[in-house]
């Protein structure tokens, strides 16, 4: 279980950064109230609560902290109690998103197109990022992975998302794909804390679908993560959707499941 502990330490760095991280009763509880609709910036994980009186503690804290937010959102992985997530879905916790964690086995079996990369640096980058997260967005369904309150329209997703995204950036490096000097894709990646890489974000416009961006993208952040010092290289892809295959025909093995469970609040803030 080595290999998953080091992808779910690495998985919860990555959501954590940018906001405030709480310490609760068997759980962390990571805290942003200035995005109360972006479910990553407002959330709990690395639950350790195996007993009922401790579930309950973590439902105290949750309303504590999460005061302003609309929902009550749980991150659970492989390492979190059964009779934990048993009781997520007792109490009407909803999962939404299941994500697949797929780390590198051996190279990559393609390198995709050769793209025009820019990094996310000033403003006009992130304005240009920020357009195609709602484009991204608008057409998601609302639990398809959007991490935002389904009450919210695209606009305000893509600017919540994108601001999230910025606080992160010392640690987490946001790259535009440019075609014909327009940008049509985007993605992420970052070195996470003990040599893992992860790659993060990954979205193409459909009219720029197909052409081998997406798979050109990865090849890059993979060149990077490994030249970084990284021996574990991976990325996640949703049970529910195609990359998955593409990922998998790259050389990515699954290895772990990670879901998010979702709650709208008592007071219905």
Same mark, same amino acid.
């Given at each position: ?110 390198? %995709?197109?050769?793209?025009? $990369?820019?990094? @996310?640096?000033? +403003?006009?980058?992130?304005? !240009?990022?920020?357009?195609? =997260? ?77 052409? %081998?961006?997406?798979?050109? $993208?990865?090849? @890059?952040?993979? +060149?990077?993560?490994?030249? !970084?010092?990284?021996?574990? =290289? ?36």
């Amino acid at each position: 279980m080595e290999l998953q502990r080091r992808i779910v330490q690495a998985y919860r760095w990555q959501r954590r950064l940018g906001h405030a991280l709480v310490t609760g009763p068997e759980c962390r509880l990571v805290v942003n109230p200035a995005l109360p609709d972006l479910w990553d910036a407002n959330h709990v994980d690395e639950v350790t609560a195996a007993t009922e009186s401790g579930a309950d503690a973590v439902f105290a804290a949750m309303d504590r902290q999460f005061g302003q937010a609309r929902w009550r959102v749980v991150h659970t992985d492989c390492f979190t109690p059964d009779a934990f997530v048993a009781r997520l879905a007792f109490e009407d916790f909803e999962e939404q998103s299941v994500t697949i964690q797929m780390v590198l086995q051996g190279g990559l079996t393609d390198r %995709g197109a050769r793209i025009a $990369l820019r990094p @996310v640096v000033d +403003d006009a980058d992130w304005r !240009a990022l920020q357009r195609l =997260v709602i484009v991204n967005h608008a057409g998601s369904t609302p639990t398809g992975g959007s991490g935002a309150s389904p009450q919210i329209g695209e606009a305000q997703i893509g600017e919540a998302m994108v601001a999230a995204w910025r606080a992160k950036a010392s640690a987490q490096r946001f790259h535009l794909v440019l075609q014909n000097g327009a940008p049509v894709a985007y993605g992420s990646c970052a070195v996470a804390p003990g040599g893992v890489g992860m790659i993060e974000d990954l979205f193409t416009l459909p009219s720029a679908r197909r052409q %081998g961006l997406a798979t050109g $993208l990865v090849a @890059v952040f993979t +060149d990077q993560l490994i030249a !970084a010092g990284c021996d574990v =290289v991976f990325l996640g892809a949703f049970a529910d959707a195609a990359p998955k295959r593409l990922y998998a025909r790259l050389g990515f093995r699954p290895v772990t499941l990670t879901r998010v469970w979702m709650r709208r609040s008592a007071t219905g803030n």
